[in-house]
C-alpha cells in the first residue's frame, strides 16, 4: 500500500484538535465546522452526552452549508441525547447517481479511523444518508472495506449503523453498490422509506428500501416511516419527509429550504432514529 493513501498522524491529529473556530460561524447547540475534505465538513459538540459518532450525507445537489444546517438540527434534536459527540457533514453529490466521485470519502475514512484511535470511547458510528447521498456513503465503505481498504485493523467492524435514507441500493450501472463484503463489516443496515397511510403515498425509493432490507439477512432491516400530517400530495415530497417533517413544496421537494430551514412549523425529521436508545449500541428491530 503506498505511503501517500495516508495522511501524515500529526496533519490528521492536528485536524481532530483544531479550534471550531476555524471554519464558519457557531451553529445551534455551539457546533462549528471545519473542512476535513472537498465536500466534508466536522465538528465537536461542545455540550455532548457521549463520545460517538455521526455522519449525515446529504441528497443529490444538497449544498454543503443545507447540509451543516441539517446536521446541527439533528444533533440539537436527537443526536445529543444519543451520546454523540463527533459529528461530520457531507455535501450532496453533483449526479444522482454520484457519477463523478467529486467528494473526498477517501479523506473522511481516514479521518474517521484516527479519530476512532483517539477516542477508544466512541462505541459506534451512527451514519444517515438521504437520497443519491446513499451512494456516497457506498463510497465510504469502499474506502473503508473493500478498494483502499483502510479498516484493515478493524476499528470500524461492527460499530457502524447506517440508515439509508429513500436511497439506493447501487449497481454496476447506476450508483455505488452496497456489498456483502460491506455488510459483514458494518454493525447494521437499515432502509428506510416514509408513506402517508390515508392517501396510500409511498416516497419514491419505498420497494428498493424494502429490498434493501431483506438483502444481507439480520444484518439488514427496513424501515417504513408514518408521515401523516406532512402535507404531501406527490411522491417526492414524501422522500423529504425523512429530512423535513413537513416538507415546503407539497407535490415535489425544496431542498434549500428542507434542509436549510428548520423551525416549528417545519421540523428536522428524527424518528429513524428512534430504534437507537441513549448511547447504548441497539441495533434497529426489524420491520418486514
Known sequence: MHADMFLPAVLVSLMLTAQPSVFGAS????????????????????????????????????????????VSGLYAAKLRALGVRHVYSVAGPQHDNYSGREIGTLELARHLLFLMKSHPSSKRIIIAAHSSGSYVAHALFQDLYDGAGLDSTRLTDGKILYFCLDGGIGSGSFGVEITQR???????ICG??????????????HDEMVELGGKFGLRSSSLLIDATGCGCNEKWCVHLTLINQKPYNQSTDNVQNDYGNFNADHPVATAYLDSLKDSALTLPQQHR
Not at 460491506?182 to 447494521?188: C, I, Q
Not at 428506510?192 to 419514491?204: D, E, G, M, Q, R
Open 27 to 70: 451553529g445551534r447547540d455551539g457546533l462549528s465546522w471545519m473542512t476535513i475534505s472537498s465536500g466534508v465538513n466536522y465538528a465537536v459538540a461542545d455540550s455532548a452526552l457521549g463520545d460517538d459518532v455521526f455522519v449525515g450525507l446529504s441528497g443529490w445537489n444538497v449544498k454543503q452549508e443545507w447540509g451543516n444546517n441539517w
Open 182 to 188: 460491506m455488510a459483514d463489516r458494518l454493525g447494521h
Open 192 to 205: 428506510v422509506s416514509a408513506c402517508v397511510p390515508a392517501a396510500n403515498l409511498f416516497s419514491p425509493n
